[in-house]
Structure formats: C-alpha cells, structure tokens
C-alpha cells in the first residue's frame, strides 16, 4: 500500500515539472502578446495558478478539528506554504539563477504581503487584540481577508494602465491564442492534480505513522501544496526570468493569506486558531523582512546566490525546529 502511494507521489511530481513547463511558456506568452510585464503575469496568472493546490486542500481539511477545536491543518497549510515559499522556494532559484527584484515590487508588492500576514495575524488573535473568548476567524474576518484581496488585484491592474512594460520582448516566443490558452490551462491543471496526488498520498503515509494535525499541516501538505510554487519559480528563474519567479512566490503568498483562507473561512466558520502557530507567523513575516534586508545588501534590488543559501540555511533550522517542538 504504501508502495503504491509512493509511485503516485513520482506520478505528482512528473505532472508539477511538466505543468510549470507550460504555465512558464505560456504565461511570457501572454505577457509579450498584451506587452504586460512578467511581474504582473507572476503575481496575478502564475500565482493564482500555484495557489490553486492551497485552495483545493483547505476547503478538503477544514473539516478536520482536533481535540482542542482548533483547525491546525489548514492554518498550518497556509503558514507552511508561505514560509516554503520564502525560505526554501526562493532560496533554490537565487541559487539557479541570482534574481533581481524591480524596485516598484519592492516598495509596493513585497510590502502589501507583509501587510497582509500582519492582518491575518491580528484577526486570529482574538482574545490578545478583541478580548474575545476564543481565538477563531468567522464570518466577518472573511470578508475582510477577500476585500483586502479585491484592492489588491485593483492595484495590479491599474498598475498595468499606468505602467505598460517597456522591456525588449524579442526573445520571448509568441504562440497563438488557442496554443497560449491551452498552455497555460494545462500548466495548471497539471499543478493541480500533480499537488493534488502527492499531498493525498503524503498524508495517507504520514497517517499510518501517526503525525499530528500541526505537524501535517506545516509539513507535508505545506511542501505538496508548494510544490507548483517551486517547480514554477525554478524553472522561471532557470529561463532567467527573475520578474516572474518573484512574482510567483510574493503573489501566491498574498493569493494564500487573503483569498484561500478568506474563502476556507467562508465554507467552514468558525476556524479555531492555535496560537503556537503565532511563532511560524513570526518566521513567515521575519522571512520578507529579510528580503528587503537582502535587496540592499551584496547587490541593489537583487537576491544573490550568497543569500539564497542563507535562506535555505534558515528553511532547514525552521524545519529541524518544528520537528522538534513536535
């Protein structure tokens, strides 16, 4: 049995490659035929695209409720995913290619994700912030998390008008209508179903071993549902495309925080919060501080190959920590 989980989860992994393949393609597709910058594409296509996996999985787990009547699986999920991708997810493309950040994205994007996690931080801290009873997001917090993911989709596009790319696209094939829709479908559907097979097959082998909730959460599904956000920034930044390897990872941590969970609380409210998970949210949000630490430091507006390590040295502590504390 768990064989058959195991050759499921390489099937997952050919389907995430292959699918990032096509999304990557299709989306400097897009970009050159509507003369849109790759940062945006990064941040609104790839990113929902990759984020899909995250959505798919909480509104699946937010069922599960442990003993305490917390949701430890999809709060973990959403954290886990967004510390992947920071730590571990920009750590590996730095050290493909060394990336370098537009500083428009460094001032307005990277610290609209900041914000974000801060809001999502304030509402589960009920009983710190509200003097509630229970720390939980309801109805109300929903609402919140996906207006705050209206205004920023209104920010992309009116930065879209305002700024129209400039930069040379010569070298960025242009495929037709119908060939550029089906790439870039294909690429997500296989991002989905490839996350899909290894975090269902992941979490049946970690069950038989009796793993908690906490731990699942932040662990393996994190890492299955990040794995579209890996696949696609590695192969990005392979092509030497920075812009939409950044994108795709500031982007999809927005797209998690605001849209999935907003839409997670939507299906399953109330969700209990733990607040052990405040220390991960502190790690998530000490991991864009580092960026813009980062962007100032070896060379302007550029993570270099030197601090990618560092942040895959701070991906391994984080998870030596966690397993740890489990």
């Not at 996996?53 to 409720?65: H, K, W």
């Not at 071993?209 to 696609?232: F, H, Q």
């Not at 998970?277 to 998530?284: A, F, G, P, Q, R």
Request: hydrophobic share 55%.
């Amino acid at each position: 049995m768990i064989f058959f989980n195991i050759i499921l989860i390489a099937i997952g992994f050919a389907l995430l490659i292959k699918g990032a393949d096509f999304l990557v393609d299709g989306a400097s597709s897009l970009a050159k035929r509507f003369n849109v910058s790759d940062i945006v594409i990064g941040l609104t296509v790839v990113a929902m695209g990759t984020s899909a996996p995250e959505l798919v999985v909480n509104a699946m787990s937010g069922v599960i409720i442990t003993e305490e009547g917390t949701h430890d699986v999809v709060f973990g999920n959403i954290i886990g995913s967004n510390i992947f991708n920071l730590y571990l997810i920009l750590g590996i493309s730095a050290i493909i290619y060394p990336l370098t950040v537009q500083r428009n994205a460094l001032w307005k994007e990277i610290p609209f994700s900041l914000a974000a996690t801060v809001v999502f931080f304030i509402l589960a801290n009920d009983v710190i912030f509200f003097d509630a009873s229970q720390n939980s997001l309801d109805y109300r917090d929903a609402l919140t998390l996906i207006s705050l993911f209206g205004l920023f989709m209104v920010y992309i596009f009116l930065n879209i008008k305002r700024n129209p790319d400039t930069t040379p696209l010569d070298k960025i094939p242009l495929f037709g209508s119908l060939k550029t829709t089906l790439m870039i479908t294909g690429g997500i559907a296989g991002l989905i179903f490839g996350g899909q097979l290894i975090v269902e097959n992941a979490v049946k082998i970690a069950e038989y071993y009796n793993v908690s909730e906490k731990l699942i959460g932040l662990t393996i599904l994190a890492a299955g549902t990040s794995l579209p956000e890996l696949a696609t920034s590695a192969v990005a930044a392979f092509k030497k495309k920075s812009d939409l390897a950044v994108g795709n990872i500031i982007g999809s941590n927005i797209f998690n925080v605001l849209l999935v969970l907003g839409i997670t609380t939507f299906i399953h409210a109330p969700l209990g919060y733990n607040v052990q998970l405040n220390i991960d949210l502190y790690i998530c949000m000490g991991g864009t501080l580092l960026l813009f630490f980062f962007m100032y430091s070896f060379g302007k507006y550029k993570l270099d190959r030197i601090e990618g390590v560092f942040y895959l040295l701070g991906f391994l502590a984080y998870f030596v920590f966690i397993l740890y504390r489990q």
